[in-house]
């Protein structure tokens, strides 16, 4: 039941009103998941730890909206429907070192390596469901993406003229070029294809301590591969509610003088030239894989022998750094994001601190 505004009954006064505005279903029961789990540890070589995983979850009776048409007056009941598959396998290589002799000796060092390779696959859905940029359906991720695959920009009229027709649009020179993907001669909804990216192909980190004559060092990289992010508006549709185009946009924009270099559509107001450009395709999903230094840590320890004197029992020196460095394709902002939307989102803060620990 759902408040559905107020009514009066005798002209002279207003009492709430509720009415029922979706099905219930009484039968409905809990997901249940199935995971099956297979490990391996091993130390070999004096110092190198490795661990193997290899996993698969299956969740059935997923709670979802039921598939019924709209003629039935009131919004669908939650049912139990549906199979989702996660699988897929991690490693964790970590090795442990102390030199005993040399240049470098009482050195003390640990290298690590992760890996992890997930796979996702809906196996029991029913009707296809299609909702903005993502699709449901059996055999493929959960929410792929879905959408015209932009191929370009149309570089000039005789470029216009000699493309299939897109969709009743009035196309302009500048304007974002489809693919027309199942060949039939004209750009529609039918030319929407299926597009990877919308779960990283796989994710990985490396680690490195050492300390050596009182001197430490930490660091951490952490990385993405294949993932893609679809935004839109602030940042990348110029003059959105009237903030300014960004330099690269204006700089690398299409326009008569550089049809053939264009980085970015011909520039329009706000709305992106309006349905034309902004239809859901591949132009708004960005490259958002990456390698991070997610920190680094460095510091010094003065000798006991002299702390003592100063009649403290330690003393450390250190440096610390958080997101200090990032390779990346993806555009201007930050990668590391949690979902689609606008591409103007809050970055990840890059942090430096300095300081001083003291032990009495």
């Known amino acids: 039941m759902e408040n559905e505004g107020n009514y009066t009954f005798d002209n002279s006064s207003l009492s709430t009103g509720y009415a029922q505005t979706k099905y219930a279903n009484r039968n409905i029961t809990w997901e249940t998941t199935t995971v099956t789990d297979i490990g391996l540890e091993a130390t070999v070589f004096n110092g190198l730890n490795v661990t193997l995983d290899w ?9 979802r909206d039921a ?9 669908a009941p939650v049912i139990n429907n549906g199979e989702m598959e996660n699988k897929g396998f991690e490693i964790n290589a970590q090795y442990v070192n102390n030199i005993k002799g040399g240049l470098f000796k009482g050195l003390n060092y ?24 993502y699709l449901r359906q059996e055999g493929l991720p959960y929410n792929s993406y879905y959408m015209l695959d932009c191929i370009g920009i149309f570089r000039d009229e005789d470029d216009v003229k000699n493309s299939p027709k897109q969709f009743n649009d009035n196309t302009l020179p500048g304007d974002l070029k489809y693919r027309d993907a199942n060949n039939d ?6 030319d929407r294809v299926v597009i990877d990216g919308r779960f990283p192909k796989f994710e990985y980190a490396f680690n490195l301590s050492a300390s050596w004559k009182g ?16 935004v839109t508006d602030w940042g990348l549709q ?5 903030s300014a185009p960004t330099i690269d946009y204006v700089k690398y924009r299409w326009t008569e003088d550089n049809p053939d270099n264009a980085k970015y559509p011909r520039m ?7 349905s034309k450009n902004t239809r859901k395709n591949s132009y708004f999903l960005k490259d958002a894989s990456y390698l991070r230094l997610k920190n680094l840590t460095i510091g010094y320890t003065i000798p006991v022998k002299l702390t003592r004197k100063m009649l403290v029992e330690r003393i450390r020196i250190f440096f610390s ?6 390779i990346t394709n993806y555009p201007e902002l930050d990668p590391e994001r949690e979902e689609d939307g606008r591409f103007v989102a809050y970055p990840q803060n890059k942090i430096c601190s300095f300081g001083i620990n003291v032990q009495f």
Do not use: M, W
Request: no cysteine; net charge neutral; aromatic share 14%.
């Open 268 to 274: 329009y107001f706000d709305d992106f030239g309006g």
């Open 321 to 326: 750094g958080d997101n200090l460095a990032t």
């Open 67 to 75: 598939q019924v048409t709209g003629a039935l007056g009131l919004d």
């Open 238 to 242: 110029p003059f959105r509610q009237g």
């Open 185 to 190: 001669g004209v750009i529609d909804n039918d």
């Open 110 to 133: 640990n290298v690590g390596f992760y890996f992890d390779r997930n796979r996702n696959k809906v196996t029991k859905f029913g009707t296809d469901e299609i909702s903005g940029h």
């Open 215 to 230: 001197f430490d060092v930490s660091l951490l990289l952490q990385g993405v591969e294949g993932k893609k992010h679809y």
């Open 55 to 63: 996993y698969k979850k299956k969740t059935k009776n997923i709670l």
